[in-house]
């Protein structure tokens, strides 16, 4: 698949957004390549908070800042950019080792959060700030819209914890029960205890989003989700 029949824009300097495809195991098993995309990750996720934050400032004049930044946060989130990297076809495009590809590199949120963040950085270089808002507006517009909807922007584990200490007077405590997969492509559990009873269980790709998991397992049960 080429970059042209995605949905990505079109670049100037093709070899830039080739660097942007290109992930550091890829690098690895080819020394000929110069650079992977890390830096360019760097800069697009700078890119991306200022385009989110501004998008949001415009779009939504009446909201207070608590509720803006808790939608800038979700909007940016590794679950949703890489929701955003296959809405415009980068698993296929992405430049991965073969053993990245072998342990499923291609439908890790990670790996795909990092590419969108490259591309959008060397995007921001090819074509200038003006011509990446235009890119990113509209994606943004409709997650923002299904977040709002859905209330994802909501954090889970605060909702937990503000009725836990309300109802018991104590605050959840988070435990690691286990940790599966090779070091590049981890599944970890947590189970969420209020006292001394589990009240939720969740897996996911770090610590935070298997804790974040819980929460909401746990809200669930309780019937406040």
Not at 39 to 64: K, N, Q, S, T, W
Not at 125 to 143: C, S, W
């Amino acid at each position: 698949m080429s970059p042209a029949s995605t949905g990505l824009p079109e670049f100037k300097d093709p070899l830039l957004l080739r660097r942007a495809l290109t992930h550091s195991s890829y690098v690895n098993e080819h020394p000929h390549e110069p650079e992977d995309n890390e830096r360019l990750e760097f800069l697009g996720d700078a890119v991306l908070d200022y385009i989110a934050g501004a998008f949001l400032y415009h779009r939504y004049p009446e909201m207070r800042e608590g509720k803006l930044t808790r939608l800038r946060a979700a909007l940016v989130c590794t679950e949703q950019l890489a929701t955003l990297a296959e809405i415009v076809g980068l698993p296929q495009l992405m430049r991965i080792g073969r053993g990245e590809e072998e342990a499923g590199g291609r439908q890790r949120p990670t790996l795909l959060c990092a590419t969108f963040e490259a591309v959008i950085g060397a995007y921001s270089l090819d074509a200038g700030l003006e011509a990446t808002r235009r890119f990113v507006e509209p994606l943004l517009a409709n997650a923002a819209e299904r977040i709002l909807r859905e209330a994802t922007d909501v954090d889970p584990k605060s909702m937990l914890q503000e009725w836990s200490q309300a109802e018991a007077g104590i605050t959840p405590l988070y435990r690691l029960t286990h940790v599966n997969g090779p070091d590049h492509c981890r599944e970890f559990t947590v189970e969420v205890l209020v006292g001394s009873e589990v009240q939720g269980t969740g897996v996911g790709r770090s610590k935070q989003a298997a804790e974040r998991a819980a929460a909401e397992a746990a809200l669930r049960r309780l019937g406040r989700l």
